[in-house]
């Protein structure tokens, strides 16, 4: 099977990009330069396109009508991130393939996918990795008949690509936020960056102490936001707390509230029986600009839990959206 999706990757199609006289190299091996720009949130440097603006993780040439998202996925596999984005894949969500490259960035393995939805939406795919971790770079055009010569300027930003091993990942660095954990008994624990989503585990003294009857935690996500929500925060809430709303075991409870410096947030309160155990489970969802947050408290009831969720409001008020 794993030789079959590799295989997949090599079917000829026609030469890099319909709309580029430039060609993706085989083998993308660089060194850092004073022109490399490091995406937040990541170990990638690229030389990105002129009037290309770097916000957060996400990369936006507004002349030009398009935009890259990058990122490193953490603890996501590689090799099942490019199953996800072979010509099979890809075309069974209704895109045209026009190109597909096997290819290798700064000595890790790596495929190249460019397809097209009708006239309105292109995307050059780039994903190289090995084992849990995997660099995605992303970009979309939104109205590729009108910019028919961006191929060039893409294609060059991909053959720019450097990735520093040594550079050490800082927690918020791509995110539309900040949290600061110093008020509150919950201390970040650990992080994951997902292509999709990041998450980050909060632990009381961030200890991870699940063995612990009365165990508590916070989870806070940032994530993009489906097409059916429509940039509605109580949509997405809803879609959120949906498999909650379906368990006849839970109680839920949701109205709006504000939080931290003045934010509009869905407050969730969720009570019930986790296989005999009582727990308790409090959520605020906020709106950014690209994105939702998500703040979940959850805890096993106990003579602590009234202490905990006091704990929780002290982390969930030290929000700051950038």
Request: charged fraction near 25%.
């Amino acid at each position: 099977m794993y030789k079959l999706f590799s295989f997949l990757f090599l079917i000829p199609f026609i030469s890099i990009s319909q709309n580029s006289s430039k060609k993706l190299h085989s083998v993308i091996n660089n060194s850092k330069t004073s022109k490399h720009i490091k995406i937040p949130g990541t170990k990638i440097f690229m030389i990105i396109p002129k009037g290309g603006i770097v916000k957060t993780n996400l990369i936006q040439v507004p002349d030009n009508h398009y935009y890259y998202r990058v990122s490193n996925a953490l603890g996501q596999y590689y090799d099942e991130n490019k199953v996800m984005r072979n010509s099979v894949a890809t075309i069974k969500l209704g895109y045209e393939v026009l190109d597909t490259l096997a290819l290798t960035v700064n000595g890790y393995p790596a495929v190249f996918l460019h397809s097209k939805m009708d006239s309105t939406l292109e995307i050059y795919d780039l994903i190289f990795g090995a084992g849990n971790f995997s660099g995605i770079i992303t970009v979309t055009i939104t109205n590729p008949k009108k910019n028919s010569n961006i191929g060039d300027d893409i294609i060059e930003s991909f053959n720019s690509i450097y990735y520093d091993e040594q550079k050490k990942y800082i927690p918020f660095e791509a995110n539309g936020f900040m949290i600061n954990d110093s008020l509150s008994i919950f201390k970040l624990s650990n992080f994951h960056d997902y292509e999709c989503q990041k998450e980050y585990r909060y632990l009381i003294k961030g200890l991870d102490n699940n063995q612990d009857i009365k165990f508590a935690e916070v989870v806070v996500k940032e994530e993009n936001p489906y097409e059916s929500d429509s940039g509605s925060l109580t949509r997405f809430s809803e879609r959120v707390l949906q498999p909650l709303k379906r368990n006849n075991n839970f109680k839920v409870e949701s109205n709006f509230t504000i939080i931290g410096n003045h934010y509009t947030a869905y407050k969730t309160v969720v009570t019930g029986k986790l296989k005999d155990t009582e727990v308790i489970m409090k959520q605020y969802c906020i709106k950014n600009k690209y994105s939702f947050i998500t703040l979940e408290f959850s805890s096993r009831k106990s003579e602590n839990t009234e202490n905990y969720l006091i704990e929780f409001e002290k982390l969930v008020n030290t929000i700051d959206l950038k």
